[in-house]
């Protein structure tokens, strides 16, 4: 599933393309033309960190057609890693609206798999709204604990029966990673992608980052604001080791992380 014409490097312990948008929008409409099956991950510090504590969670992310820098950290090192290549930050709420506005003309099939039934009920109406003629073909939203086996073989059978194109994944990391390792071989759609929180940014429900702090790196702290008793160990404890983890790597490596 690895794409072997892309770059990489390594963020601690994970291996992140050296892309942009454009380059991972036009793959994507390539794999569902070709029925080539595959999965993408967006990646941020949090993924990276998450990465490192669990080795089952690495070697899904590791495996992936794509795991693309949406952090900018990440797209900092990937720009440091390749300073001859255009690595953009791929955020996930901009690549789903780019990828569901180029597929309406080829009739791409969405499916959504996460948040809760008042979510995807605003998602979809809001989606459709902005694309006239846009293809939702499943929505669901599981439960949330741990599925059972029978959950998730009646969650592959909705999903392959709607003949999905696209599987959104809005559960969260690295739940959502689990899930598309998990599930990719039961699944007939093309793609998978996992974009955390854009489901409650498109839906209305949650506010994005001013554009002028996503670009400085700050997003993380706009969101702490807005959400502290859920985040703040994710940041507060997280950017921090992230950066001693990433230190100890550059000091051992001779190369920004190229690989």
């Known amino acids: 599933m690895q794409e072997k014409d892309f770059k990489h490097y390594k963020v601690l312990a994970a291996r992140i393309s050296a892309v942009r948008p454009a380059v991972v929008t036009a793959r994507v409409l390539e794999m569902v ?3 080539t099956r595959g999965f993408i991950h967006v990646c941020t510090v949090h993924t990276m ?8 969670l690495a070697a899904i992310v590791n495996q992936s057609t794509m795991a693309v820098p949406d952090g900018m950290p990440l797209v900092w090192l990937g720009r440091k890693a390749f300073p001859e290549e255009e690595v953009q930050r791929c955020y996930g709420p901009d690549l789903m609206l780019a990828i569901c506005e180029a597929g309406v003309s080829t009739g791409l ?32 939203a599981p439960p949330f604990r741990e599925l059972t086996s029978e959950e998730r073989k ?21 739940k959502q990673d689990v ?9 007939d759609a093309p793609v998978l992608i996992a974009v955390g929180a854009a489901f ?10 001013p554009r002028l ?13 807005k959400e502290p008793r859920r985040l703040w160990k994710r940041y507060v404890i997280g950017n921090p080791r992230f950066l001693w983890l990433l230190l100890k790597q550059r000091c051992k490596a001779l190369s920004w992380g190229r690989i």
């Open 49 to 56: 960190l998450e990465c490192v504590d669990d080795p089952v």
């Open 200 to 209: 409650n940014f498109h839906a209305g429900l949650l506010a994005q980052a």
């Open 154 to 174: 009646n969650a592959a059978e909705r999903i392959n029966a709607a003949k999905a194109d696209i599987v959104w994944v809005g559960l969260g990391t690295p």
């Open 33 to 35: 033309k070709t029925q």
């Open 109 to 140: 099939k969405h499916c959504f798999y996460g948040g809760t039934p008042e979510v995807l009920e605003k998602l979809q109406n809001n989606l459709e709204e902005r694309f006239p003629g846009i293809k939702i073909v499943e929505s669901i």
């Open 213 to 225: 702090m996503q670009r400085a790196g700050l997003e993380w702290l706009f969101r702490l604001c």
């Open 179 to 187: 899930w598309m390792g998990q599930m990719r071989e039961k699944l």
